[in-house]
Nanobody
Framework: VQLQASGGGLVQAGGSLRLSCTAS????????MGWFRQAPGKEREFVTA????????YFGDSVKGRFTVTGDNAKNTIHLQMNSLQPEDTAVYYC???????????????????????WGQGTQVTVSS
């Protein structure tokens, strides 16, 4: 499977953006998927993960209540809806997938970037104050 992220851009604080991640090669609902972000000079940070098999979603504490994630089966795409954006949300956002036969169904697993073995190219989100 290959992942293509899109939808980044420049937005003012308080605004919204929707990122998309399109999977090719395999049906995305077969695999857990996540979003991470990396700001300049900082480590990559967990944003959200969705486990289609169980319907569970996880969110990082810094985005909880502001970001949501949905899937579009027809387009093999997941969307990250980001509301109430703040300058600290500025980062390159990456989508990723766990393309493995087995995985651990626990939050700690999906918040760990090393659990993901397929990554998209990243899309820049810049929030101005």
């Amino acid at each position: 499977v290959q992942l293509q992220a899109s939808g980044g851009g420049l937005v003012q604080a308080g605004g919204s953006l929707r990122l998309s991640c399109t999977a090719s090669g395999r049906t995305f609902t077969n695999y857990p998927m996540g979003w991470f972000r990396q700001a300049p000079g900082k480590e990559r940070e967990f944003v959200t993960a969705v486990i289609w098999a169980s319907g569970r979603t996880y969110f990082g504490d810094s985005v909880k209540g502001r970001f949501t994630v949905t899937g579009d089966n027809a387009k093999n795409t997941i969307h990250l809806q980001m509301n109430s954006l703040q300058p600290e949300d500025t980062a390159v956002y990456y989508c990723a997938a766990v393309v493995k036969e087995t995985y651990v169904s626990a939050r700690y697993y999906f918040t760990d970037e090393t659990s993901y073995n397929v990554w998209g190219q990243g899309t820049q989100v810049t929030v101005s104050s």
